[in-house]
């Protein structure tokens, strides 16, 4: 090789290395933030949400154990008095002698149940919801509203009427998978627990004939409690803020002395979080004092439809 030729290759070698350099450095620098930024997604979205089919029947327990006590203070009454104990029957099927509204939110977490607990916050009330775990990036909302003082109850991990109406195994599957993120949420499993669909719902037919008259009995007898509900807001279809605001007041023009009431915090609920002051201010005008599910509240069934 002649020697300029071979200076000249030198020198393009020693331009390319610097080039190299240049770019590992620049790579080096763009693969780490995209490490770090894919690091913190899976962590948020708790692979071990999707091993629904695999969670065991009938222990949640396992992951009491692992469950960190956060904050070993002061033990939250609630804890003891809300987990599901298959000894206690003291449910309460009659009305309630002060005009009480529960809130209750189905279908969340999502995106918007914290917006929904500031405007609790706001007006210094205390809601139940229902949840699911069908938002996996939000599952750390329900240790929050537990936090907050609203009660916590189960409404299946998948909330899928296939999935969880395919079988009596496959709804006790579903309802111990939300169970397990529940009690790492909140540190015990509670009893409060409503169907998806509502016990009155006849969709499930179409999966397993006769299945809600089973469940029915079947969900008391491990010791939970299932609630339907008294009223609603209409928010299980598509409906402007106003709409809303409507339905509740036509639905509960009734004037009952307790109403369990039935919204949702789900993904696609902007609507409910916009109705939801006025809803408020509606049943406080009418004279409504607010409360989360408890152990005495006056248990709403609706009658079953398969
Ligand atoms: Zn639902």
């Known amino acids: 090789m002649p020697k300029s030729t071979n200076l000249h290759a030198r020198a393009f070698s020693s331009v390319a290395a610097c080039l190299l350099a240049c770019l590992l450095v620049l790579g080096g620098c763009a693969g780490t933030a995209t490490d770090e930024g894919e690091q913190e997604a899976p962590k948020a979205e708790a692979p071990e949400t999707f091993e629904v089919s695999d969670a065991p029947i009938e222990e949640p327990g396992e992951m009491a154990a692992e469950a960190p006590a956060e904050d070993p203070a002061t033990p939250d009454p609630r804890d003891a008095e809300f987990a599901v104990d298959p000894t206690r029957t003291d449910w309460n099927f009659e009305p309630g002698e002060v005009r009480t509204v529960y809130l209750t939110f189905d279908d969340g977490p999502s995106a918007h149940t914290q917006e929904v607990l500031d405007i609790l916050d706001r007006y210094g009330i205390k809601a139940t919801f229902f949840v699911t775990g069908i938002n996996p990036d939000y599952l750390d909302m329900i240790g929050e509203c537990y936090r907050r003082g609203h ?8 909330h899928d009427y296939a999935q969880v109406y395919a079988s009596i195994d496959a709804y006790w599957n579903d309802l111990n998978a939300i169970a397990g993120i529940v009690r790492e949420q909140i540190g015990y499993v509670p009893c409060f ?3 998806p669909g509502g016990s009155s719902n006849t969709v499930s037919a179409n999966y397993t004939p006769g299945i809600m008259s089973q469940l029915s009995r079947d969900v ?3 010791g939970y409690q299932y609630y339907d509900w008294d009223a609603s807001c209409g928010d299980g279809a598509e409906h402007t ?4 605001v ?3 007041m ?6 009952y002395t307790s109403i369990v009431f039935l919204m949702h915090d789900g993904a696609d609920k902007a609507t409910t979080v916009e109705a939801l002051p006025r809803i408020i201010e509606y049943f406080q005008d009418e004279g409504y004092a607010f409360a989360p599910l408890d152990r005495s509240t006056p248990v709403p069934h609706h009658g079953i439809g398969n």
């Open 151 to 158: 009660t916590i109850g189960m409404h299946t991990y998948s």
């Open 246 to 248: 409507d339905a509740t």
């Open 241 to 244: 803020a106003d709409e809303l």
């Open 250 to 255: 036509a639905d509960t023009s009734y004037g």
């Open 220 to 222: 008391v007898a491990a």
């Open 193 to 195: 627990i409503r169907f």
